[in-house]
């Protein structure tokens, strides 16, 4: 190390940071001479029950011990990663640099996020391969079938002809949810913010799945409004619709037969909260807290089959455009739901300020 007694301070201020990069100081027997409070947080050690202590013993990582190793017996820089902190659940990039006196230093810049990102990127390519595949494959199929001249009356033509349009409807839906998505989420889209009357809200709402219910023979009802209570949500009322919406369209997809659909809304603590409740199938604790995620499916054949009933799409992508609609919105959602009895969804958004 330098001798100035300001890089000395410098340093010893960068080994007591505990965001942003760690660094600490080993010897060529690996062992620790330096480590701060960033060191410390990362082993969960007092940092000075680290001094001493092999490279090994302290992160447990054999690839940042095979690191340090290479660096110092080639006495040049190395870089690499290293999955760090309680049970490696922590990505760091490293780079572990000799000093004259035979001693390395090594700075760890945590890439958990980077990770994480590049994960959720390549489960979407994933997903939205499978979800174009399958009806890609079954178009591809029938098209075959139908130019080959296979199909020689006209019925099963014109049978072929209509599962060809509603596969290409699947698609064409996919591909408007993803754009919307892509919009939202990117605050592409701008809400047009004005108070909005939340009984009007769900009347609208109950109006449009009312069709999609009937169909299946279940019924939809209007929880009674609070009474008293003169609230307005501060909402893109278009936006709004279509988050309920979607919800409702669930609710009657994922219902059992003569089940029931309550639309209503109440006050709450963030505002107003929006609810729709099910008489169906429900949902268990653990995919609870997934469903609102892109792509996110808790049964796939059960999402297929109740979709040819209600003519929609079944993208795993509904809930997600729910949520980033209340979020854009500064609100919030939720679902409470109990297996085999059914779910009640939420959106909470903030009520509109005095005009
Ligand atoms: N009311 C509900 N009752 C039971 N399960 C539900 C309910 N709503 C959603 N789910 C579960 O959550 C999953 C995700 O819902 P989401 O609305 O995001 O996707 P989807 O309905 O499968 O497809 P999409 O809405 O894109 O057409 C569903 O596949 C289903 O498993
Ligand atoms: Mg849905």
Not at 274 to 297: C, L, M, N, W
Request: net charge negative.
């Amino acid at each position: 190390m330098s001798t100035d007694p300001l890089d000395a301070a410098a340093f010893a201020a960068l080994l007591e940071r505990t965001a942003g990069d760690i660094l600490l100081i080993i010897d060529d027997q690996l062992r620790i001479t330096r480590a701060g409070a960033g060191a410390a947080v990362l082993t969960q050690r007092p940092a000075g029950e680290l001094i001493g202590m092999s490279l090994i013993a302290a992160f447990g990582s054999a690839p940042l011990d095979a690191l340090a190793r290479r660096a110092a017996s080639e006495r040049s820089p190395s870089l690499g990663e290293a999955d760090l902190g309680p049970r490696g659940g922590r990505a760091f990039a490293v780079d572990a640099v000799p000093l004259t006196g035979g001693e390395l230093v090594l700075a760890l810049h945590e890439i958990t996020a980077l990770r994480r990102a590049e994960r959720v990127r390549r489960d979407f390519v994933t997903n939205i391969s499978h979800e174009l595949r399958t009806p890609l494959a079954s178009v591809k199929l029938m098209a075959e079938t139908l130019s080959a001249g296979a199909v020689e009356d006209a019925a099963t033509a014109g049978q072929f002809a209509v599962q060809i349009e509603r596969e290409v409807d699947h698609l064409a839906q996919l591909v408007a949810e993803l754009l919307d998505l892509s919009m939202i989420e990117s605050g592409e889209t701008t809400l047009r913010l004005e108070p909005v009357d939340p009984t009007t809200v769900i009347a609208d709402v109950a109006e449009r799945i009312g069709p999609v219910a009937a169909r299946r023979g279940i019924a939809v009802q209007l929880l009674p409004e609070p009474e008293g209570v003169e609230a307005r949500v501060s909402a893109d009322a278009g936006r709004l619709g279509q988050a309920l919406l979607n919800l409702a369209h669930n609710a009657v997809k994922y219902n059992r037969p003569g089940g029931e659909v309550r639309l209503g809304w109440e006050s709450s603590a963030g505002g107003v909260r929006f609810t729709v409740a099910d008489d169906g199938i429900g949902i268990s604790e653990p995919h609870q807290q997934r469903i609102f995620e892109r792509f996110y499916k808790v049964d796939r054949s059960r999402a297929q089959e109740s979709d040819d009933a209600t003519g929609g799409g079944s993208a795993g992508l509904g809930l997600a455009i729910v949520r980033h609609i209340a979020e854009a919105h500064g609100g919030s959602v939720g679902v409470r739901s109990v297996e085999r009895e059914g779910s009640v969804f939420w959106v909470e958004l903030p009520l509109a300020g005095p005009a």
